[in-house]
């Protein structure tokens, strides 16, 4: 019994990595439209260490800006723990539009972004990782202002669903207060 339950785990293991790997970005990405203004409004993450966390998040501000290289600035704010937070990422382009990598200092290792799925002025479904990973994945939605269409949430939770992400680790966080500073 053990070593059937054993091998189903592996096999569903082994369908989320590969349905994930084969995630596409945007078709025709257009990175001039994705630039500017955006709100992390959705967030699937089932990493264990943020299980605690989950009630803490609140809706984040970011402004992506194109380099003159074609790398791209995702300048974030977030409140966490009664500050407002402003950190810089940069994404360097790929050689596939709407696919860039970043280092990430907090896991230090090289991470993949894929912008999924936008429409460039109300929302973008952007995969972080593809190499599923608990520790490591996530989906998120952003959206052009705070407070996204139902037909969009549902759409962010549908993908973040068949991605292999439980529904108790797909949150659409309140707003934040005052951050960043008006």
């Not at 991605?163 to 951050?179: D, M, V, W």
Request: contains cysteine; proline residues 7%.
């Amino acid at each position: 019994m053990r070593t059937i339950v054993i091998s189903v785990a592996m096999v569903m293991m082994c369908v989320m990595m590969v349905h994930m790997v084969n995630v596409k970005p945007q078709k025709d990405f257009d990175l001039q439209k994705f630039a500017g203004r955006w709100y992390r409004v959705g967030l699937a993450y089932d990493s264990p260490g943020f299980v605690p966390l989950r009630d803490k998040v609140k809706i984040s501000k970011g402004i992506v800006t194109i380099l003159p290289n074609g790398n791209v600035n995702l300048t974030m704010w977030e409140a966490l723990g009664g500050a407002c937070l402003h950190k810089v990422y940069q994404y360097n382009k790929t050689s596939v539009p709407g696919e860039f990598i970043y280092f990430s200092t907090r896991h230090n290792m090289v991470k993949d972004i894929t912008v999924v799925d936008t429409n460039y002025s109300e929302y973008a479904v952007v995969l972080k990782y593809k190499n599923f990973n608990r520790e490591y994945t996530q989906v998120a939605l952003y959206g052009r202002s705070p407070r996204p269409r139902i037909p969009v949430i549902q759409k962010f939770k549908a993908f973040a669903l068949s991605q292999g992400f439980p529904r108790t680790s797909i949150l659409t966080p309140p707003a934040a207060e005052n951050c960043p500073p008006s």
